[in-house]
């Protein structure tokens, strides 16, 4: 089974920033299409960001103008940047790869990957 890797998050303050990382396996070269979800206590998994394969951004109404999602050139990992971040960020950040390359040479594929997820904290 292949699974992401989230990293980054933590206990943060109201206001301060955070980042948090999603890299690939070894078996993905690349990722191509990405989503970042959360899931805050007691409320259902919400999408909050997505970058696609030509780079075109996505995000969430109540994350926008303070989240940022990016990735390295290698496409092998995507970070989202949390400012003036809000108790009500709180939540347990997945990051889901939609489109994926196994080598240099493949087509884009179709999947469905996801990460254990990283734990962001805001407290008032």
């Known amino acids: 089974q292949v699974q992401l890797a989230e990293s980054g998050g933590g206990l943060v303050q109201a206001g301060e920033s955070l980042s948090v990382s999603c890299a690939a396996p070894?078996?993905?070269?690349?990722?191509?299409?990405i989503a970042w979800y959360r899931q805050g206590p007691g409320k259902q998994r919400e999408l909050v960001a997505s970058?696609?394969?030509?780079?075109?951004?996505n995000y969430a109404d109540s994350v926008k103008g303070r989240f940022t999602i990016s990735r390295d050139k290698g496409k092998r990992t995507v970070h989202l940047h949390l400012t003036s971040l809000k108790p009500e960020d709180t939540a347990v950040y997945y990051c889901?790869?939609?489109?994926?390359?196994?080598?240099?040479?493949?087509?884009?594929?179709?999947?469905?990957?996801w990460g254990k997820g990283t734990q962001v904290t805001v407290s008032s």
């Open positions: 070894p078996s993905i070269f690349s990722i191509n299409d």
């Open positions: 889901n790869a939609g489109k994926v390359r196994y080598d240099p040479f493949d087509s884009l594929r179709q999947v469905d990957y």
């Open positions: 970058i696609t394969d030509d780079g075109s951004t």
